[in-house]
């Protein structure tokens, strides 16, 4: 986890450089997946689901490879990071609700 939090400026980046991309649905979903890990990780909230941290840990850490399953400078390249990503919504989906009603959020897959 110390790991990872050394890296979430750059996570922050990439987040923020997607939208550029026209990503922004993928964008909101990886700003959304950094507030609830460093909450998490900050103990401002307290996760009943133990697998939600490291899973949205390794979809960023896969968001942020450049080089992965299909490349993302070529076309189509962020299909398999919105895959990764939906994984993780889904397989989450009663930790992030609860997550968005502490904090008055919108979930950002409901809206993609």
């Known amino acids: 986890m110390a790991a990872f939090r050394s890296h979430l400026a750059a996570h922050k980046l990439k987040?923020?450089?997607?939208?550029?991309?026209?990503?922004?649905?993928?964008?909101?979903?990886?700003?959304?997946?950094?507030?609830f890990i460093e909450d998490v990780l900050?103990?401002?909230y307290a996760s009943d689901d133990f697998a939600a941290l490291p899973?949205?840990?390794?979809?960023?850490?896969?968001?942020a490879k450049g080089v992965d399953i299909i490349p993302d400078n070529t076309a189509g390249g962020f299909t398999d990071d919105?895959?990764?990503?939906?994984?993780?919504?889904?397989?989450?989906?009663p930790e992030f609700e609860k997550y968005c009603r502490k904090n008055g959020l919108e979930n950002p897959l409901a809206s993609s």
């Open 55 to 63: 899973e949205s840990i390794f979809a960023l850490r896969y968001l």
């Open 15 to 35: 987040a923020e450089t997607l939208e550029a991309s026209g990503q922004g649905a993928l964008r909101d979903q990886a700003s959304f997946l950094l507030r």
């Open 82 to 93: 919105a895959a990764v990503l939906r994984a993780v919504f889904e397989g989450h989906a």
């Open 42 to 44: 900050d103990d401002a």
